[in-house]
């Protein structure tokens, strides 16, 4: 996030620096790593970065305080590149939101496409998926942040979050974060959250919320809710879901989704919160 001022804290004083007054030069003779969030009381450092548009930013690893309208709500670090060049990015809860909901219409528009590839000639067919495929995925990946990406998918521009189909994941994504979209096969509820089963062109994934989840304050309002998506299962011959979390190796060598936040999946596009309180209104009515 750009910043326009800084504050600068001495022994004495503390002055507040508009951008307009810095330059490279000063910066580094003086006031790199004495720079602070210009919100009263905010313990972030800043940092200054030049060019056309020159501005302040977040020193790196810093975190402004809760109040703070500069905070970004971080859930920590997340390492996007390729092995030449990585970029670490934090990663708001606005720009994950717009990230599942941008993976989970570009879901629908791939079966759609699908859908509609069934009712023409073979050639036809492979012709036009291929020529509609390359344009969603590229699409899909450049457009989750708003980013721009070179050929290696490595972040130039904003910030990234690539999205994979079940079928689509690999080795290359142990240990990072993806977006993972498919279909759910199957539930199985366990104590208050669930072991799901998704997947995509027969291939499965297991989407695992483990004990952080539980312990996480933030997803009190999560729990004991998964009986919904049973529900929702029942009534519906096709269930979407689209889940953003760390990619995992199980023993049995099958790749698993950690997610450890409540917000960040989505049934049908429907949070599971909102799922389980349509569905309760539904059945008292």
């Known amino acids: 996030m750009r910043i326009s001022t800084a504050r600068y804290i001495t022994e004495n004083d503390i ?30 450092k800043l940092s200054y970065s030049s060019g056309n548009k020159g501005h302040y930013k ?8 809760p109040v703070c309208p500069f905070n970004l709500e971080r859930d920590g670090i997340r390492i996007i590149g390729s092995n030449d060049l990585k970029i670490a990015a934090n990663i708001s809860k606005k720009h994950k939101q717009n990230a599942l909901m941008r993976a989970y219409k570009s879901m629908e528009i791939d079966e759609l496409n699908v859908s509609q590839e069934t009712q023409v000639t073979s050639q036809l067919k492979n012709n036009r998926l291929r020529k509609v495929k390359s344009k969603t995925i590229e699409s899909a990946q450049m457009t989750l942040f708003e980013a721009t990406v070179n050929k290696d998918l490595v972040q130039l521009k ?74 929702w299962m029942n009534r519906q011959k096709k269930v979407s ?33 909102n799922l389980a309180r349509k569905i309760k209104i539904e059945i008292v009515n």
């Open 15 to 44: 002055m507040m620096l508009p951008i307009t007054q810095m330059t490279k030069k000063k910066y580094s003779a003086v006031y790199k790593g004495r720079l602070y969030c210009p919100t009263a009381n905010c313990p972030a």
């Open 158 to 231: 904003g910030k990234k979050l690539l999205s994979r189909f079940v079928h689509e994941v690999g080795t290359s994504d142990i240990g990072k974060n993806r977006i993972i979209k498919g279909f759910i096969k199957n539930i199985e509820l366990q104590g208050s959250t669930a072991e799901i089963i998704v997947d995509y062109q027969n291939k499965e994934m297991l989407i695992d919320f483990n004990d952080d989840f539980t312990k996480e304050p933030l997803n009190k309002s999560y729990l004991n809710k998964f009986w919904a998506v049973q529900e």
């Open 58 to 65: 977040t020193w790196r690893n810093s975190n402004h305080s």
């Open 241 to 273: 879901f689209i889940g953003m979390g760390e990619v995992h190796m199980t023993k049995d060598n099958e790749f698993e989704l950690i997610i450890s936040m409540g917000t960040d999946f989505k049934v049908d596009g429907e949070d599971l919160y």
